[in-house]
């Protein structure tokens, strides 16, 4: 089967095109509505990736996608930790911000820590789940880490709803960009906070654990 030069879809998941034709380049490839990928949030055939689950019936004939559930053809954004060891994806972020605790600059090693903030049904882990160990850094607050190489992975907090993922394991863009500094009452005597982003003392308003509410 010939496809396209240009053509990504093969690369991604050649399965889905077995036994089917491929006429166009995905760039025009249209979902069985009419509605092109930007239609669905998507900016370009780069920027997506396959989902397929085989227990549904998602083809492609002739240029058009068919199956029955249409969010398997959604973007999944990933991560892992230094070693490779602890890998997870999200479908999709809320917020990226700052802390500048002095428990989050002791484990980060630097002036703040980054944080991005994903909805818990919107998480899960993919490869090394049994490498995670946990270190208590605040009666009460649990720190996630590997095992093998240190890395701090992502954790959720009890009384939260969602995940906390620490923004460098991203391997891909986490679509989302800082929002706001916490905890600049404990920031770094030798770090000057430089951009207008909204700044708190402590929690964000609503955020803090029911201890010290």
Partial sequence: ???????????????????????????????????????????????????????????????????????????????????????FEIDAARSLTFCHCSNCRKLSGAAFASYVHVDADKFRFTSGEQLIERFESAPGSFRNFCRVCSSTVPGKAAYLTTVSIPAGLFDDDPGVRPKLHVFVSSKAPWWEIADSLPQHDKWVPGFAPPSQQ
Avoid: Y
């Fill in 1 to 87: 089967m010939m496809l396209p030069p240009r053509c990504a879809v093969a690369a991604m998941q050649p399965q889905a095109l077995q036994g089917n034709r491929l006429h166009r380049c995905c760039e025009e490839v249209k979902g069985v509505d009419g509605a092109d990928w930007r239609d669905m949030g998507i900016a370009c055939r780069h920027e997506f990736r396959w989902n397929v689950n085989p227990a549904h019936d998602l083809h492609i004939v002739n240029g058009f996608v068919s199956g029955r559930n249409r969010r398997d053809l959604a973007m999944t954004i990933k991560g892992s930790c230094l070693c490779g060891g602890v890998r």
